[in-house]
Every structure is written in structure tokens, then in C-alpha cells.
């Protein structure tokens, strides 16, 4: 199983980014898929996880600014994150919830102005 993260970037606070997540090799549509994130001094931690039925949960911290997706038939996972803040600054990672399969890279997000 390959994920493979991307559409992170540098973005102002206020602002959007989207970010997608292929999975290559797996059983997709019957996972539950998660979006995590980490930083060089905080462990990796679970931001949004989305059921095969698409019954979603969030971390607190982004409850009502991000919305996790996926989409089956591509098997891709997306995050929308609006009202970016400075705190979002982390390594974005998905994977299934609970992890199982290898890391990815990842994607950098940046908050910034």
C-alpha cells in the first residue's frame, strides 16, 4: 500500500488550502481513512477521520474550519481546510484509522504572514 500525499503549501492565516491523499494498493472503500498532522516538537495527531460510509469525527482544534472527504471510486481522500491559522503549521499525513499501512512523506503546511 503507497499513500501519497500532496496540496500543501504556504498560505496566510484566514486562508484555504486542499489537500488530497492517493491510495495505491489497498482495499480504500473499506477503510476508515484518517488525516493526521505533526510537528518538530509536538507526536503525530489524528486532525479528521472519515468511515467507509462517510460518517466523519475532527479534533477539536479544527471542528467547523476543516472538512475531510473521499472519493471511492478514485480512491483519494481530501481535507478543505478554511480559516487557516498559524497553529495548523504541521507535516500533513492520511492513512486508515487506526494506522496500518506505511507513512507517506507527507505534505507541509505553512501559516504564515
Known amino acids: 500500500v503507497q499513500l501519497q500525499a500532496s496540496g500543501g503549501g504556504l498560505v496566510q492565516p484566514g486562508g484555504s488550502l486542499r489537500l488530497s491523499c492517493a491510495a495505491s494498493?489497498?482495499?480504500?472503500?473499506?477503510?476508515?481513512m484518517a488525516w493526521f498532522r505533526q510537528t518538530p516538537v509536538k507526536q503525530r495527531e489524528l486532525v479528521a477521520r472519515i468511515n467507509p460510509g462517510g460518517g466523519t469525527n475532527y479534533a477539536d482544534s479544527v471542528k467547523g474550519r476543516f472538512t475531510i472527504s473521499r472519493d471511492n471510486a478514485a480512491n483519494t481522500l481530501y481535507l478543505q481546510m478554511n480559516s487557516l491559522k498559524p497553529e495548523d503549521t504541521a507535516v500533513y499525513y492520511c492513512?486508515?484509522?487506526?494506522?496500518?499501512?506505511?507513512w507517506g512523506q507527507g505534505t507541509q503546511v505553512t501559516v504564515s504572514s
Open positions: 492513512n486508515r484509522s487506526p494506522p496500518l499501512y506505511p
Open positions: 494498493g489497498s482495499v480504500f472503500r473499506f477503510d476508515e
